[in-house]
């Protein structure tokens, strides 16, 4: 496992089925624009990360 600046890429698992990947600051609006347009719900960055995984 490597922690070079914050190139770590998250994977994260919609209960819809969509996955989304991106680093930290990308995949938090992507997560939150995905569950607003099409759940109508309002995450916050730590919800998103608690759900985010390291890409395998
Ligand atoms: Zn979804």
Known sequence: MSK????????????????????????????????KESHNMQVTREDVLSRARPEA
């Open 4 to 35: 070079e600046g914050q190139a770590a890429i998250l994977v994260v698992a919609c209960a819809c089925g969509i996955l989304m990947r991106g680093t930290v600051d990308e995949i938090v609006p992507i997560v939150q624009k995905h569950a």
